[in-house]
């Protein structure tokens, strides 16, 4: 049975900006996040998801998010911006024509796309949603110890991304 | 526009971690987004329905009587069938009559011409 229309109104609008975000930064384009956030609470609604309570719908939500976000990205082959040998554990990450155009602004979710899709997933339920690793575990069904070791690694290469494109930036403005 | 200190790999893990909260909020929806939802789930259960609701005592009569019906059809179906079986059967039996008849006549020849021949055979 579909959930009843105001109380459905009333679910999107408390959860559609983190559904956005998570197909957003997932995906990397906004046409295709808009697209599996509808479709996310759209499979809410024909579910007829027995919800107890916020928590247990965001619950939901999120995992049902981050399998659509990631089931439409790979559809698209998006791949990362990096080359596969640019990503190496402790390796030289300039790219082979030299080091990448600095934008005006560096920010966080445009290195974030350079990352693999496991380690994005892992860093975004961490740093947006706040989630512990044992409820990233639970959720997507993974060995709480691969969720620490794709934090782990998306954080080294969060950081030292980061200070290469920041060094770059602070240099052509000063 | 704030200069953010660039030394990351001087920095402790939790400033970065600190860092990547503050810049992995979550980003405004769509305008309008609730509104297309809303729009889509609608037409999604909208069903164009052709309900033809009965007054409610002529409903039980009008069940049992299609009830009825059921059961005789399949009674008469059963029927049917049985007849239809018995006469392939029948057909089946002639056939075999025939073949078993044919094959008789073909080795009373045969003996004849055996014996015709002087070659004698048991019986």
Known sequence: MAIETGEFR????????????????????YATAEEVAQDVFLALHRSGEQLCSDDHTRFWLRRVTVHRATDALRRRSVRPESAADEWTEGGNFET???????????????????LPEPLRVAILLRYQEDMLPDEIALMLGQPVATVKTHLRRGLEF???????TLKEYVRGTI | MELFDAKFEDQSDDHFEEYLHQQLRPVPEPRGFADRVLARAESESAVPAKV???????????SGAVAAATLLAGLLTQQVEVRRQRHKAEVAQQQF????RITGETLDETRQQLRDAGVEIGK
């Open chain 1, 96 to 114: 082979s024509a030299g080091r990448s155009p600095v934008a005006l602004e560096a920010r966080v979710e445009d290195i974030l796309r350079l």
């Open chain 2, 52 to 62: 033809i609701v009965m007054p409610s005592r002529r409903r039980v009569w009008t």
């Open chain 2, 97 to 100: 009559d025939a073949a078993m």
């Open chain 1, 158 to 164: 969060l950081r030292r991304k980061a200070a290469v």
């Open chain 1, 10 to 29: 009333r679910l999107i609008e408390t959860h559609q900006r983190m559904v956005f975000s998570l197909s957003l930064r997932i995906t990397g384009d």
